[in-house]
Nanobody, 121 residues
Framework: QVQLVESGGGLVQAGGSLRLSCAAS????????MGWYRQAPGKQRELVAA???????NYADSVKGRFTISSDNAKNTVYLQMDSLKPEDTAVYFC???????????????WGRGTQVTVSS
């Protein structure tokens, strides 16, 4: 079993910055991809950014140039630096990852519980 714990959400004014962190713990044997999704009220959950074990990154078009995803493989932690925040970035942000554990020798997807990000205009 793998647990993902997010931190760093909060309230910020438009144009401000926040940094989200997500630490994975458990019997992790290997990580495939870790990333961030978000869900605004009344909308579907959408991918924000993801990074593979090899370091490849992809971003939603709406956040390119403003958000930066990074990871610390030794700590099984992923970060999301969010700059130039806009009110439309307001959402619950969920950490996501695909992990191989010592008990399950195949990748399984896990989710964090989410952290609220609110951007005021």
């Amino acid at each position: 079993q793998v647990q993902l714990v997010e931190s760093g959400g909060g309230l910020v004014q438009a144009g401000g910055s926040l940094r989200l962190s997500c630490a994975a713990s458990g019997s992790i044997f290997r990580v495939n991809t870790m990333g961030w999704y978000r869900q605004a009220p009344g909308k579907q959950r959408e991918l924000v950014a993801a990074v593979t074990r090899g370091g490849s990154r992809n971003y939603a078009d709406s956040v390119k140039g403003r958000f930066t995803i990074s990871s610390d493989n030794a700590k099984n932690t992923v970060y999301l630096q969010m700059d130039s925040l806009k009110p439309e970035d307001t959402a619950v942000y969920f950490c996501n990852g695909q992990f191989m554990t010592s008990a399950m020798l195949n990748y399984v997807e896990y989710w964090g519980r989410g952290t609220q990000v609110t951007v005021s205009s």
